[in-house]
């Protein structure tokens, strides 16, 4: 406990940061356009991870009608997103047809076992790499008072392929 606390609180602050990397930083955005900022608190041994807006922080709470997200029920509603959109075979047809204009070798039966993998493996992937693939395919998510609006990359789904199908080949 002592050598934690030795620790300068930034350093700290650091290693907690990239332990529990923010899915959604630099991707959302609140309902008046102004972008949400990854952060937390603690109370006791708990972590509270929540997204808040940047109006909130500069001008205060009722710049924003929704202030603040938690963080691990925005960004479950957003891969449940993706998860939804791994599946669905226009989907799977527009990103095979999206890969084979950049890379004319792949086949749609990749485009679609690749999709389907990554649905059951996401919770076996490191919190890294999950980022690491909502960056590739999310462009922007809008938090709304209704609800979430995810605005995916219009390459980034081929791109997700190309790599999968990829180190597939490799393997092989």
Not at 12 to 19: D, E, K, L, P, Y
Not at 138 to 158: F, I, K, S, T
Request: hydrophobic share 40%; with cysteine.
């Amino acid at each position: 406990m002592h050598a934690i606390l030795a620790e300068n609180a930034r350093t700290r602050s650091a290693n907690t940061r990239a332990q529990t990397p923010a899915l959604l930083k630099g991707l959302i955005f609140g309902p008046t356009g102004a972008a949400m900022s990854p952060t937390h608190t603690r109370k006791g041994s708990r972590l509270y991870r929540y997204y808040v807006s940047q109006d909130v922080l500069k001008r205060g709470p009722e710049a924003c009608p929704v202030g603040r997200v938690p963080a691990g029920e925005i960004e479950a509603a957003v891969i449940d997103q993706l998860r939804g959109i791994f599946r669905q075979p226009e989907i799977i047809v527009g990103t095979w047809r999206a890969a084979r204009a950049e890379q004319n070798d792949v086949i749609e039966d990749e485009v679609r076992e690749a999709l389907t993998e990554l649905d059951p493996l996401w919770d076996e992937l490191f919190p890294a790499e999950q980022a690491r693939i909502v960056q590739l395919l999310v462009e922007r998510v809008d938090v709304r008072m209704q609800g979430v609006e995810v605005r995916l990359r219009p390459n980034g789904l081929a791109g997700l392929v190309r790599e999968v199908a990829g180190s597939r080949r490799a393997a092989a």
